[in-house]
């Protein structure tokens, strides 16, 4: 059967106040969803200790909930242009909601893993779509406004993350790590179900083959397990042999994306310059992000002598920058062309990397700070326009396609940084050394040098200045 399009292709967004209860509904689930992804790493140890488990397995708490995510992301993503984004948001947020409970009344480490799986995949369909709803959401000319509050969102979900988990540890057992998630999930399903819209393109005659979402899921996950196996002492002989079986199935997965109308693996929105070149921006930024956030825990501890309480709180400042600078990004987009203001932003955030990479042997915390500070500012200065670009450049009936693949390039980016991390400290025999932060900025240039590449094309229409 092949595919129409049908729907009001005039829609432009949501009148107030029904757009601001909308965008709440999208901040609730969304905020959950990077919550839950952030918050266990502080109880990782109490796992280890109440359940009898190594430490080494219980990182597993943390790696089936990003697995489940990256393997249905994109068909989450690709269901939602067919029926519907709002169906799949609230159907990901019950999902999300029931699994939290899940884990919140696990008796045994494999049931908590388990229902973290099952959370992981509700999460994948709220994040899979979170910037299509916003797109629906927000008058075109404000698209960038609405991607800059989300990205707010997104940044102090993760600044709240470690500090909620230590608070609830404080006074209460690990099992209210979960069950936070629950009064925050029925919220969200309340503001979703009464004021989020139905999408007003739909793709009529398109089906979903099982198959892709197989080797999809296959595809994604031997990769993301191969990334993550640098990391946890994997060895050498079974990561070539997931190496070469991720070869292999992606081969098989690519050869079936290519000729397809509305492939599950966009390659016909990777055929737009403006599209493929802000993925691959996207990618290199997160990348340098996480090298550097996962590594300057070891250098400030290890390295410049301050105690872990000190270390969280000066890490708070990027984030916390990224919470003033991103709405502000949002608004700038719309006189300052997107591929200049992510030139900018990843070039600020290259310079603070190689501050950080420079500092003397014993820095003061205003030393620290600034140089955070500026790392913050550069990427919250070019994540809400590139947001802006990808989503806004693809085709409306589209659109969950285009916010999959700006998900999917996030996780691969930080799940590279975070495996580079543990390659060079194996590199340097265990050694805290400061070259994460030299290779950080390496792909924070490459990045900046992309999007300068982005200049020259046109933008979306939604985005050209009038």
């Known amino acids: 059967m092949s595919e129409t399009i049908s729907g009001n292709s005039q829609w432009n967004g949501l009148d107030m ?9 999208v901040a609730f689930g969304v905020s959950a969803s990077v919550i839950s992804g952030a918050i266990v790493n502080v109880a990782l140890p109490t796992f280890s200790a ?3 488990v190594s430490s080494a397995d219980s990182v597993w708490a943390i790696n089936s909930y990003q697995l489940a995510i990256v393997m249905t992301l994109l068909i989450f993503s690709n269901l939602g242009d067919i029926v519907g984004y709002r169906r799949i948001y609230i159907s990901g947020l019950v999902l999300f909601t029931l699994a939290s409970l899940g884990c919140a009344l696990a008796g045994s480490f494999t049931t908590l893993i388990l229902c973290r799986i099952v959370e992981g995949v509700g999460a994948a369909a709220v994040t899979s779509i979170n910037t299509t709803i916003i797109r629906i959401i927000y008058p075109r000319d404000r698209l960038a406004r609405g991607l800059g509050i ?7 979900s993760s600044v709240a993350g470690p500090s909620l988990a230590a608070a609830i540890l404080s006074v209460a057992s690990w099992h209210w790590l979960f069950a936070v998630n629950i009064p925050i999930g029925i919220v969200a399903f309340v503001f979703s179900y009464r004021f989020l819209p139905k999408n007003p393109v739909r793709v009529v005659g398109r089906r979903l083959d099982w198959r892709d979402c197989v080797l999809n899921a296959l595809t994604f996950g031997l990769l993301i397990f191969s990334i993550e196996a640098f990391s946890h002492d994997v060895a050498m002989p079974v990561v070539s042999a997931t190496l070469v079986a991720t070869a292999v199935v992606g081969f098989v997965y690519v050869r079936r994306q290519l000729g397809k109308e509305s492939p599950l693996l966009p390659f016909d929105l990777l055929r737009i310059p403006i599209f493929s070149l802000s993925i691959l921006t996207s990618i290199c930024s997160f990348t340098a992000q996480m090298l550097a956030m996962v590594s300057l825990p070891f250098i400030l501890q290890h390295s410049l002598g301050y105690t872990p309480v000190d270390t969280g709180l000066l890490l708070m400042a990027w984030p916390m920058v990224i919470v003033v600078v991103a709405p502000l990004a949002g608004r ?10 992510g030139l900018t932003g990843l070039a600020v955030m290259t310079a603070g990397l190689v501050a950080l990479g420079t500092m003397s042997s014993h820095p003061s915390a205003a030393d620290v700070v600034w140089r955070l500070v500026l790392c913050g500012a550069g990427f919250g200065l070019f994540q809400s ?3 802006s670009i990808m989503i806004a450049s693809a085709p409306q009936h589209r659109s969950g396609s285009a916010s999959g693949m700006l998900a999917t390039a996030r996780l691969l980016g930080q799940t590279s940084g975070a495996a580079m991390v543990a390659l060079l400290f194996h590199i340097f025999d265990g050694e805290t050394t400061v070259a994460p932060m030299f290779v950080a900025a390496g792909f924070a240039a490459t ?6 590449s982005r200049i020259r094309l046109p933008l979306p229409e939604a985005l050209r200045r009038r």
């Open 50 to 52: 109440e359940m009898s």
């Open 385 to 387: 326009p590139n947001n």
């Open 332 to 341: 700038l987009v719309e006189r300052i062309h997107a591929g200049v203001l």
């Open 447 to 452: 990045g900046a040098l992309v999007s300068a």
């Open 150 to 156: 989300n990205a707010t969102i997104v940044a102090v």
């Open 17 to 25: 106040p029904r757009r601001l209860w909308a965008i709440m509904a």
